[in-house]
T-cell receptor, first 115, second 109 residues
Framework: DVKVTQSSRYLVKRTGEKVFLECVQD?????MFWYRQDPGLGLRLIYF???????EKGDIPEGYSVSREKKERFSLILESASTNQTSMYLC??????????????FGEGSWLTVV | RKEVEQDPGPFNVPEGATVAFNCTYS??????FFWYRQDCRKEPKLLMS???SGNEDGRFTAQLNRASQYISLLIRDSKLSDSATYLC??????????FGAGTRLFVKA
């Protein structure tokens, strides 16, 4: 069974802290994504990566950075957490080639509260 | 204007009812279309892809209208377990994927 794993499900952090959200996929997918989801706004793309060490800004990259040192792992970093970054964060992956299918696979989500 | 727009609802329907959701998209170059289902405090999961000729999966029917740039999802004989948020998903070239904000459905006994 395919798997996208977000190691931290629920976090509470203080304003100004550095926060790491880790995501690992076991499907050998090239493309990985970080979204945040807020009520009424749906899923908004923060960053994506189409290969190791490659990254592209999404729609709302401000206040975030990412790291993709290995194909299976894509990390989201909040350099200095702020209260407006309280949200649910979803990691996703998708294969590049048709043989991998078009299905987006999501992790279970990380609920971050910044106080 | 949002790239993908959905009626947020909520839609409140009795068991057994037929309910339809629409979703419009702005990019005429969009290539792939999907409906995802998301339960409360869970991740979205693929419900079905949407094909140009329309497609059906049990009680669910998806349609695509490229000329008017919208997709639809029809649920027949609604069950309590259908209560969820339904996300419209549109993919343009490559893997750029846009999610709608979702339509909430409540099915009541």
């Amino acid at each position: 069974d395919v798997k996208v794993t977000q190691s931290s499900r629920y976090l509470v952090k203080r304003t100004g802290e550095k926060v790491f959200l880790e995501c690992v996929q076991d499907m050998d997918h090239e493309n990985m994504f970080w979204y945040r989801q807020d009520p009424g706004l749906g899923l908004r793309l923060i960053y994506f990566s189409y290969d190791v060490k490659m990254k592209e800004k999404g729609d709302i990259p401000e206040g975030y950075s990412v790291s993709r040192e290995k194909k299976e792992r894509f990390s989201l970093i909040l350099e200095s957490a702020s209260t407006n970054q309280t949200s649910m964060y979803l990691c996703a992956s998708i294969g590049q080639h048709e043989s991998s299918g078009n299905t987006i696979y999501f992790g279970e989500g990380s609920w971050l509260t910044v106080v | 204007r949002k790239e993908v727009e959905q009626d947020p609802g909520p839609f409140n329907v009795p068991e057994g009812a037929t309910v339809a959701f629409n979703c419009t998209y702005s990019n005429s170059a969009s290539q792939s279309f999907f409906w995802y289902r998301q339960d409360c405090r869970k991740e979205p999961k693929l419900l079905m892809s949407v094909y140009s000729s329309g497609n059906e999966d049990g009680r669910f029917t998806a349609q695509l209208n490229r000329a008017s740039q919208y997709i639809s999802l029809l649920i027949r004989d609604s069950k309590l377990s259908d209560s969820a948020t339904y996300l419209c998903v549109v993919r343009t070239g490559g893997f750029k994927t846009i999610f709608g904000a979702g339509t909430r459905l409540f099915v009541k006994a």
